[in-house]
């Protein structure tokens, strides 16, 4: 079951490396707190489903980076091929020159069209190499311009041509006082077009992250570096093979699989390191929660806490809700962890907080002009004006 | 990576566009270890090999062997251009890219934008289209010039105008003399013993030495790896709201000169805090009492984005911004600091106070306009018109307005607009 992972855009290249770098060390760490044989069944499966075949012993990720300027690229793949555990294909990037200056219709309208065959080539490839392919990952942020605007150009792309594999994007949520100034502009368009396109989308918030590294992780001067490591951690105890007794290869869980019983699109995670899970669940209703757990213990663990109707929206019982998926395996460095991937109202206010200030700059048409040249109308903003506000009544009304 | 290309006009565009070439110089020099010519210095420099006559020098990879500018002189006397020539960074320029004339413009921008114009403008656009010939990836311009001369002023407009109706792609950049802000092809007519010398009690070099380094920090995010990079046209992008409102105000934290090797390293926060200051202002304004309509923060050096977050929390509320643009910052993070300092910080801002300093520049012109003095020096150069005059002070009072309509917004309360309602 292998997944192929797009990396767009600096952001998207640069939390994509610490990814397959925090996968792939996790695979290799000791033993795991459990028998021999549970552990090479669950490295096997995380090779499988993350990297290709060795060249000289060296696995090479399944991946494909994408970006409108050559400087993240050139240092990502120079720093996989300097840990000497893994590194990415030779072949597998695609790069021009001139970036795409923050702007979600340049990444989309221009480069989008200008690189489609070589983009979707170099992804063919990968998708070929895989033997039993599941789907795609797509990492990528909304504030800038060619994760933003070419990611969605490019997810749109694989609707079309692989309208049967799964696609999950995870997307970066940006600083709400401003990484970019047209950030707000750039997200609701990437939001509105993914809606349609995508299967998932997985959020992360620079701002929540921001806080865990200061409030729970005690670091003095965060880096991006920092923040994207805890992205990666969170992500690989997601997506690292979970045991399921149901099927005779016990680590086949499809890890994108996750979305399949729940629709509209859209999941929050808050993360959790410990067992100790939060209690209080912000009383914010959700349409389905998965909490995976790893670790010693997990048989026994109560997640009865998790069944509770109160959590769920009226129409909706937590048993089709609910899932909870046990693995004995430990992730990393930690004796037990546990992650909650949940669909729920989480999302509405930073949703809302975004979609209204976005409103308020095109209400004096500040930037449009920056759009409109490269084939972005004023009737395209409208349209994901109104595709947004859907998503929020859709979900208040939970 | 894209190549930036630097067109210095007259002496004070001249004189600086020396500083920033010597500044660049050292500070590739000091960046790259192993003296290989890889993309960072490809943004300004070509390699050429010297021994090959004619233009098949370039080399693309491999060890430097000559580095040139990407560079056009223009002057319309030969003074400056000469001086550099014999100078220390003779060897920097390409002797085919410069144009120079003899009489100079006689600080009269009807000579400069009229007859040398049209004397020089097939030279000119030769000279552009040979520079960019040499580009792998050609993204700017950069032109240099003073607004107060004849040529700088005058030629320099003349050439923004040639480039504006052919390279519509090319994002252009002007940095106008010792003010710090882009230009758009109107000047004005301002006596030369105007502002200019009352403003600065340095000489002339350090000032240079200045605006060379704001033009390296510009780029710097551009050529140089960080953790959240910006490019040239990321700049346009978020700092230009409405295509007419396209001045930018400058500030630069630590301002030094080239001799100001061991000043103490200050706080970093004091660096944020400084950048805000009137007295780091390049340009005689306070943004911090007028009306922000955006501003960007391109750091540079051993700073993370906590620090930067930090300095943006602490410092947002004692600024105002336009209400619908209550968070506009742009941010950038270069790993790779200035010679010899271990950060630094270039804010960039779109703010209503230049709405001053072209009233100033309205005010003294309207002064000397009513009693018609010297008006006769310009009117009699060719293809000058009175109508020149009154469409620059009209465009001048048009922009004006807009910065006012823009002001009296200021101390309203922000109000969220009503939203789209959605039928469930």
Redesign the interface.
Same mark, same amino acid.
């Given at each position: 079951m292998s997944i192929v992972t797009v990396q767009l855009g $600096?952001c998207g290249n640069?939390i994509g490396f610490e990814v397959f770098d925090a996968l792939l060390s996790d695979s290799h760490s000791s033993q795991g707190l459990c028998s021999m044989r549970e552990n090479e069944a669950y490295q096997a499966s995380c090779k499988e489903r993350f990297f290709s075949e060795e060249e000289n012993g060296v696995p090479i990720a399944r991946a494909v980076l994408v970006d409108m300027?050559? #400087?993240?690229i050139n240092?990502t793949l120079s720093k996989a091929a300097q840990s000497g555990q893994w590194k990415y294909g030779q072949h597998a990037c695609f790069c021009q020159?001139?970036?795409s200056? !923050? !702007?979600w219709a340049y990444g989309y309208s221009v480069h989008g069209p200008r690189h489609e065959e070589s983009i979707m080539n170099i992804i063919r490839k990968e998708v070929e190499k895989c033997d039993s392919f599941s789907g795609f990952f797509i990492i990528m942020s909304m504030a800038g311009?060619t994760g933003s605007g070419l990611g969605a150009f490019v997810t749109q792309n694989l609707e079309d041509q692989y309208s049967n594999s799964l696609k999950m994007n995870q997307i970066i949520w940006p600083?709400?006082? =401003?990484? @970019?100034?047209?950030q707000n502009y750039n997200s609701i368009l990437t939001l509105s077009h993914l809606y349609r396109s995508s299967d998932a989308l997985l959020l992360h918030e620079n701002d929540a992250i921001?806080k865990i590294? %200061?409030k729970l992780m005690n670091?003095? $001067?965060?880096?991006?570096?920092d923040?994207n490591q805890v992205l990666a951690h969170q992500l690989g105890s997601v997506f690292q093979p979970t045991y399921s007794a149901e099927s005779s290869f016990h680590y086949r869980r499809n890890p994108l699989g996750i979305d399949r019983h729940v629709w509209p699109p859209l999941s929050g995670l808050p993360p959790l390191s410990k067992m100790s899970l939060n209690k209080d669940l912000h009383f914010n209703t959700s349409i389905a929660n998965l909490v995976i757990l790893r670790g010693k213990d997990v048989q026994s663990a109560d997640v009865e806490g998790f069944k509770d109707p109160a959590l769920y929206t009226s129409w909706l019982k937590p048993v089709n809700a609910f899932n909870v998926w046990k693995t004995q395996r430990a992730f990393s460095k930690y004796e037990k962890s546990a992650v909650l991937v949940s669909n729920s109202q989480f999302l509405v206010k930073p949703l809302d907080m975004i @979609? =209204?200030?976005a409103? !308020?700059?095109f %209400?004096? #048409? %500040?930037?449009i002009?920056?759009y409109t040249k490269f084939g972005i109308e004023e009737e395209d903003f409208l349209d994901s004006?109104?595709s947004l506000?859907?998503v929020v %009544?859709?979900y208040c !009304?939970l | 990576?894209?190549q930036s290309v630097v067109v210095q006009v007259g002496q004070c565009g001249n004189q600086i566009g020396c500083c920033f070439w010597d500044l660049a110089l050292r500070e590739h020099a000091a960046v790259n270890q192993k003296g290989i010519y890889d993309?960072a210095i490809s943004s300004f420099f070509r390699n050429v090999d010297t021994r090959v006559v004619g233009d098949g020098g370039s080399i693309s990879k491999g060890k430097i062997c000559s580095l040139k500018a990407r560079a056009v002189l223009i002057d319309m006397e030969e003074g400056v251009v000469n001086e550099i020539l014999q100078g220390p960074l003779r060897d920097v320029f390409d002797t085919k890219q410069l144009i120079t004339d003899i009489s100079g413009s006689g600080n009269n921008w009807a000579v400069g934008h009229k007859v040398f114009g049209s004397l020089y403008q097939d030279q000119i656009l030769e000279k552009f289209r040979k520079s960019a010939e040499h580009c792998?990836?050609l993204?700017c311009f950069f032109i240099i010039h003073s607004m107060g001369g004849g040529t700088g002023s005058g030629l320099g407009t003349f050439l923004l105008k040639s480039l504006f109706d052919i390279i519509s792609k090319i994002d252009l950049m002007v940095n106008s003399g010792k003010l710090g802000t882009t230009v758009k092809p109107k000047s004005l007519v301002t006596s030369s013993s105007g502002a200019l010398k009352k403003q600065h009690k340095k000489p002339f070099d350090a000032m240079n030495n200045i605006v060379a380094n704001l033009l390296l920090n510009l780029t710097s995010s551009a050529r140089?790896?960080g953790?959240? +990079?910006m490019?040239l +046209?990321?700049i346009?992008?978020? &700092?230009?709201?409405?295509?007419q409102l396209h001045y930018l105000v400058s500030s630069l934290t630590p301002l030094y000169t080239l001799t100001d090797v061991n000043i103490p390293p200050r706080r970093l926060d004091q660096m944020f805090s400084d950048a805000f200051s009137k007295d780091h202002q390049l340009l005689r304004a306070d943004p911090k009492h007028s009306l922000y309509?955006?501003c960007?923060l391109m750091v540079r050096g051993n700073v993370?984005?906590?620090?930067l977050?930090r300095n /943006? *929390?602490r410092l947002?509320p004692s600024l105002q911004f336009v209400?619908? +643009?209550? *968070?506009?910052?742009?941010?950038s993070?270069c790993s790779v600091p200035p010679v010899g300092h271990s950060h630094s910080l270039l804010a960039l801002a779109n703010n209503t106070c230049v709405k001053p300093t072209f009233m100033e520049l309205k005010e003294r012109f309207m002064r000397l306009y009513k009693k018609k003095a010297h008006l006769h020096h310009y009117l009699q150069v060719e293809g000058m018109e009175e109508s020149c005059f009154t469409e620059a002070v009209s465009s001048l009072s048009a922009l004006i307005q807009e910065y006012d309509q823009l002001d009296a917004t200021k101390n309203m309360p922000v109000q969220?607009?009503p939203? &789209?309602? /959605?039928a469930?």
């Open positions: $600096q640069q300027e050559p #400087k993240v240092q020159k001139q970036g200056g !923050n !702007n311009g600083y709400g006082t =401003g990484e @970019v100034i047209v921001h590294c %200061a670091i003095k $001067q965060i880096s991006f570096s923040i @979609v =209204g200030k409103w !308020n700059m %209400a004096s #048409k %500040a930037y002009h920056q004006f109104t506000e859907q %009544a859709s !009304n | 990576m894209t993309e792998d990836c993204q140089f790896e953790s959240l +990079n490019d +046209n990321e346009s992008m978020n &700092l230009v709201p409405f295509p309509l955006a960007a993370q984005i906590s620090d977050r /943006i *929390e947002k209400s619908w +643009n209550q *968070e506009g910052w742009k941010t993070l969220d607009l939203r &789209l309602s /959605i469930m």
